[in-house]
């Protein structure tokens, strides 16, 4: 039988923004000891709206009702929204905050909304003639070879020019048995949490963190602890402590052009970390899907250089050639391979096997490296373009200064309150990305994340300034 847990959460009239902190985050975070069967809005009037939440009993994990709160925010006014949770879902999906990013993009994608809130590339540097060209060449060589099967770890000759591409830039002696192609990199985090963790092992991620990591480890229901970043990388003195009393089976870390922060970990601080794990059985897990966009053009070292053994390295060619192709990889010792490789069999036997060969024929009849300058040079006129009219226009904010990648952080000032600013800015037609799902341990409500690798100059002027008028209505 169903209880009302109306302890936790009354049934009074919320506005948006209260509904939020109130069922979506202290709800969820706090007296996450219910289970929520069924949730809905009595009563939406487009302002706020009066949440019933019905538990059918209480549960001693950590039920994440995240993603049955967020939408009645959102239905138009007057409709009624039920979710009825009748089925018997597996506990691991209730520890997904998953549809906070969707319901998000969904209200930001009215074409008159300017969308910093999104982590699209730029679709205007996807170069569409070549990859037609190497679409036409894979047709025209061997199509039933290309349309066929194959096999789990990836086209040999893809791994291959993924291992001389690190020896050549990094300098690190990576070979093609040590790479295995995956469903873009995302599901590398997917795989990885899969043959690392069971229910209640400890993950360490940065505070804040990707998203997408999080939502990913969190179907595997670990335990987070989480390192704050400075402007180095993640704080020393807090790594060392999780090592000491919170030993973790991986740390999960984005050294190049942190998302969401843009911060970039500095040469000593990823040696420094890697000190730190050496002799433990603690992995890094380095995701590295930025590191060809720095837009002084320089790679970084990775953190795997100087731990090779417990270090794997995710990489993508989502964001220097096409996402749509979802080719991405691992790049791990052979102590884990071999797991990881049974996980991805398991999972989709392997990834898109004409994309890896329509890849390859681009890669190696392209000029990946000029390709790359060019993505450069417009990400990083974008991101000095958005910082600049941050400090004109809104100087009560901070913001971080990336380095390269695609995304920025922004602090409001005291007091203002990110979703305020998300559904204000949504009425004044730009949107941005409230910081609260970046951090596993909760905060984030003075942040948020600005994309700028997928909005023209123009656009990002325009919208810059409507959300100056945003903060100046706010403060
Ligand atoms: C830090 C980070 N890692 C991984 C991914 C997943 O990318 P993909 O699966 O396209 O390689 C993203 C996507 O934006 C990301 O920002």
Redesign the pocket.
Known sequence: MSKPIRSAVRPQKFSDERFYDRVGFLLCRKVASFRPAVIHADHHDGMGCTPTCLADRPVTSRGIPFLYVERPTLVPSGRRFVSTMTFAFARRIQHAPASFLGELFRVSSDPSIISFAG?LPSSALIDTGGLSDAARDVFDTDPRTALQYSTTDGYRPLREYIAARYRKRLGIPATADEIQITN????C?DLFAKIFLNPGDRVGMERPG?L??IEAFSLYEPEFTAVPLDHEGPDPGAFSKMMRETPVKFFYG?PNSQ?PSGCTYSQDRRREIAEMLKGTSTVFYE?D??GELFFDGKPRLPVKRFLPGNAVI?G?F?KTTA?GM?I?WLYAPPEILPAFNTAKQAADLHSNFLCQQILHRYLTTNDLDCHIRKIIAVYSRQCRLMCDLFDDLMPALSHTTPEGGMFLTATLPAGLHAMKVFEEGIRQKVAVLPGMPFFVDGGGTDTIRLNFSNADEEKITEGMHRLAGVISGLS
Do not use: E, M, T, V
Request: a neutral charge; charged letters at 10%; aromatic letters at 10%.
């Open positions: 982590g873009g990199s995302q599901q985090l990707y997408g990591a984005i998302n995701d899907a930025f995710s993508s989502s996402p979802r991405g």
